[in-house]
Structures are given as structure tokens and as C-alpha cells.
């Protein structure tokens, strides 16, 4: 039920204060299997171009951008809610081998493999002599 009528003048003005938020980008299970962090993470409405991955000082940051892609100035808009959307995403990974870090991503779930560094390989022993 509807406290204010749905042709009421400007019915839209408080859709963002009102309506919990709509949409699931960005949201992501993380898990470890096989010595390895998987991320499956939601971007829907995103094209692999517009996603960008960087791990730096061990956080990786996962972010997409899109820009309005209609530029018809004939058309009469009603509403106009896809015109330009971002997010950014970090998670902190201590031992992350970056050098190994696959990505792919298929019908809008972005799905990134973190191998961990090996522990024996990370040390460094010296020799004494």
C-alpha cells in the first residue's frame, strides 16, 4: 500500500529516501579452496571493458564505470534512471600472489582467483658463512 497516490505530481522526489536500495552491485562471497581466495562478485549491466581490477599494496580493488550510452536528444524522456553508474570495492588479501591472479567474467558475476603465496617459497633463507 502506497501512502502517496502513484499519479501524484513528482511521485519520484523521495524514491531514493523511501525504497531501500535496489540494486546488488558489488556484492561478493569470498572463499578459500585449494590454497586459493575465490571472489564471485556482482556487477550486473556492466561490460567487461568497463570493469577494472588492481592489487596494491595486498588490497584488491575492484571498480566499474559506465556512462550514459543513449545520446538521442528526439526522444521525450518520462524518466531517465540509467544514465551514468560507478562503484569501487576493495578487500584485503595479506598473501596474494599477484603475478597469478585470473578474471573472468559471464553474464554479469565477475569471478577472480587470488592463488595465495606458498609460505616455503616465500621465505628466503641465507646461508651462513
Known sequence: MDLIP???YLDDIFDDFM???????GKCDIYEKDNKYHIEMDVPG???EDIKINLDNNYLTISAEKKSVDKDESKKYIRKE??????????YLGDADEENIEAEYK????????PKIDE??????????
Open 120 to 129: 616455503n617459497k616465500a621465505k628466503k633463507y641465507i646461508e651462513i658463512k
Open 46 to 48: 556492466f561490460k567487461k
Open 19 to 25: 525504497v531501500p536500495e535496489r540494486t546488488n552491485v
Open 6 to 8: 502513484r499519479k501524484f
Open 107 to 114: 553474464d554479469g558475476i565477475l569471478n577472480i582467483i587470488v
Open 82 to 91: 540509467r544514465t551514468y553508474s560507478k562503484f569501487e570495492r576493495s578487500i
